[in-house]
């Protein structure tokens, strides 16, 4: 009696984790599959060859799947908040609106599951520095406004990934250039904090501030 008991839980046990795998492999596909769409236009292993699409590698998963939701749900924040507040692990992520002009199309095609396997797959790979001809004069200038304005949340020269807020060093100029226009048109959300500094920056630096912003990060390797 116990015997049988004790089998019929084993079997049960063992049909249950059988159907939990096939249900979990028909669902999602690995996330090195899921992944490789992006890479046509993101570049191998997420480092970008082209000057309007950002390096994605080494970016934090809370960055990475923030943007995503922003872009699968056209910025709608009470859908976006919806998503992060129903799931745990998103904790952290905070939602702010995007300029897109293909990512909008590209994320609807995603499960939130799958897009939290994206963000772990391009996270752990390692980021790599663009090389570009830079103007060295403005990136120094730009070192300085970028050590008082920005280095708080970009830490380590805006390589750090570690605040959830990208990673600037080494991206293209072309997008940072696009990002910094939308930023300064409203189009793109900054955080609060963000735009009291870039304020700052606008009014103590001057009209030339962005530019060697811009090219202080791209002059980092
Ligand atoms: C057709 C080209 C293309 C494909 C394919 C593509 N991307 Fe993008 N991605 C872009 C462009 C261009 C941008 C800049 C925003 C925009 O214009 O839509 C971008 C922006 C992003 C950003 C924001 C990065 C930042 O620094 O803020 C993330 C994250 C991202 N893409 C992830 C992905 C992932 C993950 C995939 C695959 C599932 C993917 N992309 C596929 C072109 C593409
Ligand atoms: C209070 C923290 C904070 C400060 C200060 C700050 N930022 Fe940011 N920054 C963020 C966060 C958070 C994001 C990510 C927003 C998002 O997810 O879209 C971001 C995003 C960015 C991006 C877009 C990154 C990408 O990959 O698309 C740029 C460019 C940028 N910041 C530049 C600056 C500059 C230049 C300064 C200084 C003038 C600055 N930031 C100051 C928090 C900050």
Not at 62 to 68: D, E, P, S, V
Not at 109 to 138: C, H, M, R, S, W
Not at 152 to 172: F, I, M, N, T, Y
Request: with cysteine.
């Amino acid at each position: 009696m116990l015997y049988t008991i004790a089998r019929q839980t084993l079997l049960l046990s063992v049909f249950g984790l059988l159907s939990f795998n096939i249900s979990l492999a028909s669902e999602m596909a690995s996330p090195s599959m899921l992944s490789d769409t992006c890479l046509g236009c993101h570049g191998p292993s997420g480092i970008s060859d082209g000057p309007a699409t950002p390096t994605i590698s080494g970016m934090s998963e809370i960055y990475l799947i923030g943007a995503m939701l922003a872009y699968k749900y056209d910025n709608d924040e009470d859908k976006v908040d919806a998503v992060i507040e129903a799931d745990p692990d998103l904790e952290d992520v905070e939602y702010f609106a995007r300029t897109s002009t293909v990512m909008d199309r590209i994320a609807k095609g995603y499960t939130e599951a799958e897009i939290k396997a994206i963000a772990k797959y391009f996270a752990a790979l390692p980021f790599k520095a663009q090389k570009q001809d830079v103007n060295v004069e403005q990136a120094q200038a730009g070192a300085s406004i970028h050590e008082n304005h920005c280095e708080k949340c970009h830490e380590d020269g805006g390589r750090s990934a570690e605040d959830d807020a990208g990673v600037l060093a080494g991206q293209w100029i072309p997008y940072l250039e696009y990002t910094m226009a939308d930023f300064f048109s409203g189009d793109r959300a900054m955080p609060k904090k963000m735009k009291k500094q870039m304020k700052e920056v606008h009014e103590m630096h001057g009209e030339n501030s962005v530019a060697e912003l811009i090219q202080f990060y791209a002059n980092q390797e």
